[in-house]
């Protein structure tokens, strides 16, 4: 039976929902999933009241629905000569193994309707967070585990309150951390810990609480222009690295943009941070680790006109002390039009932003024109940029980028058939396919074995290969 069509019986059972980051939470028929299909292929991816009894913040998780070499002979020494030390060789590095295929598993879908929202690998499986609708106008939040990204188990599920659903996942020595959204009435984000991803608490800090008391965290100002797009405010990502976390988010203030920069060793205690005095009016979009560093993206001058926001990135050594970037100044001119970069996308060799108006258009994608960089330190156009798959679906693991098609597509949609890797951003190898997915992506990430993709009806696993 289709995920989107069960029974009324089945409905009563179990939690039923939309497990789509950009699609509407509703019921489609197979004709209007193909026009929201191709009309959902125009946007970049990007990254409630009474229902039936659930599970509390102390619930028994059983009550979750499981998816469930020879050694050489010494030389005899002479009675003249002392021993020499041999020096041992230089082991060669492991060579990166190619992806040049991905071959994709039978669907699995799950009896009940779920949004992921972030996923890591843990513990030779997957941990995940997202939200589980248990009725019409309700979403719990969910965290979820999985021992190879198809067949998933919900482990404690809970009702936040506010709609501060988990959003973002990241793994803190030998723990998990979740965060939590932020809402528009400026309820302060949560954050929940575990160090199995199976049992989670709710963390209590007041130096968490602090950096986010007093933001202006509401709707656009009515002063600014209305077709540029409104900057999200609150917690806006988060990245762990080997010089700890760092929190990033916006607020208004003083009729500009007020950047929220926050950095923790462990995840106890959290102190503000600044960015460089050349970075008026910032606003954050994306942040990743890169070389045990930090990389942060997105614009300078957002405020009431469109026209003065330029895009704009930094980097740090240690999420402490921000410099910013150099941004290929040639490329960013459209008279009369502000900018900003968008997601960042890291992989072994270099990273990779698109590009986008601060104003809207009728169509065509949120971000268009990539900028490389080996570093962060400085970016540049992509010497292609229409032959570049990275303003479209794309997602990495710090390691490899890949990027799946096609983007833009008629009505019907004729399913997901092309694929693409990189590791620098820039150069990009086309992957085959071992078949054309027809189930409508929702959201995908890439992992150490392959690539996880949430559709809106299944999960798909895509192993890479050398070929078919």
């Known amino acids: 039976m289709s995920l989107r069509h069960r029974s009324a019986e089945a409905a009563d059972r179990l939690p039923f929902g939309y497990r789509l980051h950009f699609v509407t939470p509703m019921r489609l028929s197979v004709a209007a999933i193909a026009t929201v299909a191709a009309l959902a292929l125009a946007v970049l991816l990007w990254p409630i009241?009474?229902?039936?009894?659930?599970?509390s913040e102390s619930a028994d998780p059983t009550a979750s629905v499981a998816?469930?070499?020879?050694?050489?002979?010494?030389?005899?020494?002479?009675?003249?000569?002392?021993?020499?030390?041999?020096?041992?060789?230089t082991p060669?590095?492991?060579?990166?193994?190619?992806?040049n295929v991905l071959t994709w598993s039978d669907p699995v879908t799950p009896p009940f309707v779920v949004h992921l929202a972030d996923?890591?690998?843990?513990?030779?499986?997957?941990?995940?967070v997202g939200s589980v609708e248990v009725s019409a106008d309700r979403a719990d939040a969910a965290f979820l585990t999985s021992p190879d990204g198809l067949h998933w188990t919900i482990t404690h599920q809970v009702r936040p309150g506010s709609d501060r659903l988990p959003a973002h996942l990241v793994a803190v020595g030998d723990e998990l951390l979740a965060f939590s959204t932020v809402t528009a009435d400026g309820t302060v984000p949560l954050i929940w810990s575990s160090p199995d991803g199976t049992s989670w608490l709710l963390d209590d800090d007041p130096s968490w609480e602090a950096a986010w008391t007093g933001l202006d965290l509401g709707p656009m100002p009515a002063t600014w222009d209305v077709t540029q797009h409104a900057p999200v405010t609150g917690l806006v990502d988060v990245a762990s690295g080997p010089e700890g976390l760092v929190v990033i988010g916006n607020a208004y203030r003083d009729g500009g943009m007020a950047p929220l920069l926050l950095h923790s060793a462990d995840a106890l205690a959290w102190s503000s941070v600044s960015l460089p005095a050349d970075s008026p009016s910032a606003m954050l979009n994306s942040v990743v680790v890169r070389n045990g560093g930090f990389v942060m993206v997105g614009a300078n001058g957002v405020g009431p006109e469109t026209q003065t926001a330029e895009p704009a990135a930094w980097a740090s050594h240690d999420g402490v002390r921000w410099t910013r970037a150099t941004v290929d100044a040639a490329?960013?001119?459209?008279?009369?039009i502000g900018g900003e970069l968008g997601p960042i996308l890291a992989g072994e060799d270099g990273l990779v932003a698109c590009r986008g108006n601060r104003e809207m258009s009728a169509g065509g994608p949120r971000y268009f024109l990539p900028f490389i960089s080996a570093d962060g330190s400085r970016w540049e156009a992509a010497d292609d940029p229409n032959g570049s798959p990275a303003c479209g679906w794309a997602a990495s693991d710090g390691v490899r980028i890949v990027a799946l098609g096609p983007g833009l597509a008629p009505i019907p949609w004729p399913g997901l058939s092309m694929a693409w890797v990189s590791t620098d951003?820039?150069?990009?190898?086309?992957?085959?396919?071992?078949?054309?997915?027809?189930?409508?992506?929702?959201?995908?990430?890439?992992?150490?074995d392959g690539v996880i993709y949430a559709g809106v009806q299944s999960f798909w696993f895509g192993t890479p290969g050398a070929g078919l």
């Open 49 to 55: 009241s009474d229902g039936p009894p659930v599970a």
């Open 67 to 89: 998816q469930s070499a020879a050694a050489s002979a010494s030389p005899q020494p002479t009675p003249s000569a002392s021993p020499t030390m041999t020096a041992s060789p």
């Open 92 to 99: 060669a590095p492991t060579p990166r193994a190619q992806w």
């Open 119 to 128: 996923l890591v690998p843990w513990d030779d499986g997957y941990v995940a």
């Open 331 to 336: 490329n960013l001119a459209q008279p009369g």
């Open 425 to 448: 951003g820039s150069t990009w190898q086309p992957m085959g396919l071992s078949s054309t997915l027809p189930d409508l992506l929702e959201r995908f990430w890439v992992v150490p």
